[in-house]
């Protein structure tokens, strides 16, 4: 197939792409690879700079880093892949009805689309965060709700052009219903570029949870996520740089390996593209 | 011009509406009512600021008669008092707040600008080449760093390990006051160096990226053609013909990135303990400080809509078939 070829020829997107996998399994494989229980407190081995037995150190209350980085995984890989999918969701019913059906339907979705994108989400997030409680489920739905508008915007261009084919209008002809012609004749033509802009969602999903977490007002503790643990690092910053080091680079690796693997494809979808 | 000026702020008013309108359904996502529930367990509340909360939004009526007083308020910038101890206006305590943010936006605008394009033309007339591909390699990396972690390590490698840098506030908090004007200005710049570095960090992988796509679809038009086969030297070509083209598109995404350093701000005003809107906004949402998170979700949105208008009315100024058409 011409896609996965192109695709295996670009050495940033296989190396995006190795990377996710490795991320994926580690956080799958967290009860059998994590070296230490990522909880489980010492005092007798406070603040240990990396070593031998703590490859990346251990934190102000003993526990082991590398551990607590595999678990914390689990979260931003959790957060990354529902929040993403809400947003989808919405952007891709909301794009499609506005691109199918034009005039005022059209024009209403994409107002809100243009209001959606006046606030800056990070103020949007914090406040509803605040008014609700600080927990997991909400952060993944309040992302979720406050980043469909590419992906709306995206299908709804989709569905202006494809709505115009002939093999839509057969559909109409033989008494599709407008649901059927929208998910099952045009929507499949269209998931290339959401399938896209899916993937390098995750990834910026994935740092606005990191964000929110270390600001603490995220992911809570003892939980381990990225972020919360950047909280820890900025505490002791000054005698333990392996806390604020280490959790970091994994945002950034995993944020990276999305972002590589989600061009990489939308390359490969659409050679045009490629500069 | 002034037509499509006139048109543009036409445009504005719905969308407007639209802020105040998802602002006011933020408002009421609290449970039972913004003054119910949550301020029971407030103890920063006291009773007779629920009661003044009660008043202000008139929540014995119908939820749209709500929504208009409200409305009518927030157009004369009304935008209630604090909860906290000080009850301050709310416009006032953003109104103070609003200048260093702003600044320190605008100062990591004008790097990104600066840097950004450069590195994105470069990239374009380099295309393939290993300074394009480790600039490429570069600017994803920059995408996918968190600005927090940046700020971090900065801190700690400017402020404590070299101690070059201070890392918190915009000023010395001793002996600034003893400073001359140009001592006063080198303080500053000495403090708002990193926080600058550290918002624009995030922009500038995303615009430059941008400048060399814009650049390299524009070296593909037959104009550039054109020039070149009447034998125009190549920086003329690319410098005069190619890159006035190229950055229109890139205005836009400049308006488009004000929204994000705005939010970006309460990241790293948190972290470097500047008083900004940033910071202030967080801490308003820690002590649910209902009036003043609002009204900052009203004001951070307005800014929103500035931003694209000024970016508009730039690009309908470099480009005729906009202000014309």
Redesign the interface.
């Known amino acids: 197939m011409m896609f996965w070829r192109r695709l295996l020829e670009n050495k ?1 997107a296989v190396a995006g792409g190795v990377i996710v996998s490795v991320l994926l399994a580690a956080s799958l494989l967290a009860p059998f690879i994590a070296p230490y229980d990522p909880a489980q407190i010492h005092v007798d081995r406070v603040l240990v700079p990396p070593c031998k037995e703590h490859p990346l150190g251990t934190d102000q209350l003993g526990r082991d880093v590398l551990s607590r980085i595999i678990w914390g995984g689990r979260i931003s890989l959790l957060v990354g892949f529902v929040a993403v999918g809400i947003a989808t969701a919405i952007g891709v019913v909301l794009g499609a009805v506005a691109g199918y059906y034009g005039g005022w339907v059209d024009g209403l979705i994409m ?2 689309v ?11 997030i ?3 965060v ?3 409680e600080p927990s997991i489920w909400n952060i993944m739905v309040v992302i979720g709700l406050t980043s469909w508008m590419g992906v709306a915007r995206l299908v709804r261009a989709e569905f202006l052009s494809l709505k115009e084919r002939d093999f839509v209008l057969a559909a109409r002809s033989l008494g599709a219903s407008p649901a059927r012609i929208i998910f099952v004749h045009i929507l499949p033509n269209a998931m290339g570029p959401v399938f896209v802009s899916a993937i390098l969602g995750i ?1 910026s999903a994935i ?1 606005t949870e ?2 929110l977490s ?4 995220g992911v809570q503790p003892p939980t381990p996520s990225w972020g919360n643990m ?1 909280t820890a ?2 505490d002791h ?2 005698i333990a ?1 392996w806390l ?2 280490f ?2 680079l994994a ?6 390996g999305y ?2 693997l989600g061009e990489g494809i939308r390359d490969a979808l659409d050679p045009r593209l490629r ?1 | 011009m002034a037509r499509y000026l006139f048109r543009r702020l036409l445009t504005m008013v719905p969308l407007l509406l639209g802020i105040t309108m998802i602002s006011f359904a933020v408002i009421h996502l609290a449970p039972g009512e913004p003054t119910g529930l949550q301020a029971e367990f407030n103890p920063k509340i006291t009773k007779e600021a629920r009661e003044r909360l009660r008043a202000y939004y008139g929540l014995d009526k119908p939820l749209h008669i709500q929504y208009l007083l409200w409305l009518k308020r927030v157009a004369t910038l009304d935008l209630g008092r604090s909860f906290s101890p000080d009850r301050r206006p709310v416009s006032e305590k953003i109104l103070e707040r609003l200048p260093i943010t702003v600044t320190i936006n605008l100062l990591s605008m004008l790097l990104i600008i600066l840097v950004a394009i450069p590195i994105g033309v470069y990239c374009a007339t380099h295309q393939g080449s290993f300074g394009d591909r480790a600039l490429t390699v570069f600017v994803f990396v920059g995408y996918a760093t968190p600005t927090f972690w940046l700020a971090l390590l900065l801190m700690l490698l400017f402020g404590v390990k070299l101690g070059w840098l201070p890392i918190s506030g915009i000023r010395s908090l001793v002996g600034y006051e003893a400073m001359g004007p140009l001592e006063k200005a080198i303080d500053m710049g000495r403090h708002l160096l990193l926080p600058v570095l550290v918002s624009a960090f995030g922009g500038l992988a995303g615009l430059s990226r941008y400048m060399r796509t814009s650049l390299l679809e524009v070296i593909r038009q037959d104009y550039i053609t054109a020039a070149r086969a009447k034998g125009l030297p190549e920086g003329k070509v690319i410098y005069k013909h190619a890159l006035r083209n190229a950055l229109l598109p890139v205005i836009t995404i400049l308006g488009l990135s004000v929204p994000g350093l705005i939010g970006g701000s309460v990241i790293f005003e948190t972290i470097f303990s500047i008083p900004g809107m940033g910071q202030l906004f967080f801490y308003s949402v820690m002590a649910r400080d209902y009036p003043v998170v609002m009204g900052m979700l009203v004001i951070g949105a307005v800014l929103t809509l500035v931003g694209n208008l000024l970016a508009d009315l730039a690009y309908a100024w470099a480009d005729p078939r906009i202000r014309v058409g």
Do not use: H, Q, W
């Open positions: 940033l107002r809100l243009d209001v959606m994108l006046c606030f800056p989400a990070f103020f949007l914090l406040a509803v605040a008014l609700l990834g740092l990191s964000a270390f600001l603490g007002i950047l690092g900025k910053l000054e740089y604020s080091l959790p970091g945002i950034l690796l995993t944020v990276l972002n590589l500069d």
